[in-house]
């Protein structure tokens, strides 16, 4: 976290482009239609072109390009459904790109959250769509911790927030879901407590015996063997 900063003053180009990617990356989500959506990510896509090649991180170079190159498809799958199966081509492309610049963990990242959004990006559901885009983010967050990409890691965060509240507003049936099991989980806590009331009453409650041990009289000869 802390060779973030000092990185992006050293590389001001990558900066600016990590920039440009952070506002596309963080704002699609905000968007209704699929269409707006998918254009506002090839703008985060290719920004982040630029961004990682200039920090030499070549497998997320590959993995943007050939999204970015996804995504057109995408849009045009609506219309076109022919071209599912050369964006179906592509996914071969995508793991050979992957194996040609492997460097370890941030290649595995980019590698899955790249198989996320690609299996996203052809749902023509805006909800599975957003759903699938957003568990990618995760692993952009600790692919962009690991090669210390500021600009990246504060994108994907927002887009994550962002992400999160649309798919609670847009999607009826999550909002359902969660609802469902927020009410379980209060529940459950309140029945916790009320157990929880019960074993304390019972570890105060005096036992029966000791009571009315307490509350007998004392009779005259035990009150001379006391004297």
């Known amino acids: 976290m802390e060779r973030?900063?000092?990185l992006m003053a050293e590389n001001p180009a990558a900066a600016t482009a990590g920039l440009i990617a952070m506002v596309c990356f963080a704002i699609w989500p905000l968007?209704?239609?699929r269409t707006t959506m998918l254009v506002t990510y090839i703008g985060n896509n290719l920004g982040f072109v630029v961004h990682y090649a200039l920090l030499g991180q070549w497998t997320a170079v590959a993995m943007n390009g050939l999204m970015s190159v996804q995504t057109v498809m995408a849009i045009?799958?609506?219309r076109l459904p022919r071209l599912?199966?050369?964006y179906y081509a592509l996914m071969p492309a995508l793991a050979l790109a992957s194996l040609?610049?492997?460097h370890g963990l941030p290649s595995a990242l980019a590698a899955a959250a790249t198989m996320l959004s690609t299996?996203?990006?052809m749902q023509t559901n805006d909800a599975v769509l957003r759903v699938l885009l957003l568990a990618s983010t995760p692993f952009w967050t600790a692919h962009d911790l690991f090669v210390g990409s500021l600009p990246g890691l504060i994108a994907d965060l927002l887009s994550m927030a962002t992400g999160a509240?649309?798919?609670l507003r847009r999607t009826p049936a999550v909002r359902r879901i969660l609802t469902s099991a927020m009410e379980q989980l209060r529940r459950l806590a309140q029945r916790a407590g009320l157990f929880g009331?019960?074993?304390?009453?019972?570890?105060t409650r005096p036992a029966a015996g000791a009571t009315r041990s307490a509350q007998r009289p004392i009779s005259r000869e035990n009150t001379v063997l006391c004297k």
Not at 197 to 203: G, P
């Open 4 to 6: 973030m900063l000092p």
């Open 31 to 33: 968007f209704r239609a």
């Open 76 to 78: 045009m799958l609506a």
């Open 84 to 86: 599912r199966w050369a």
């Open 100 to 102: 040609i610049t492997w």
């Open 119 to 121: 299996i996203g990006r």
């Open 165 to 167: 509240v649309m798919l």
């Open 197 to 203: 009331q019960q074993l304390q009453t019972r570890r």
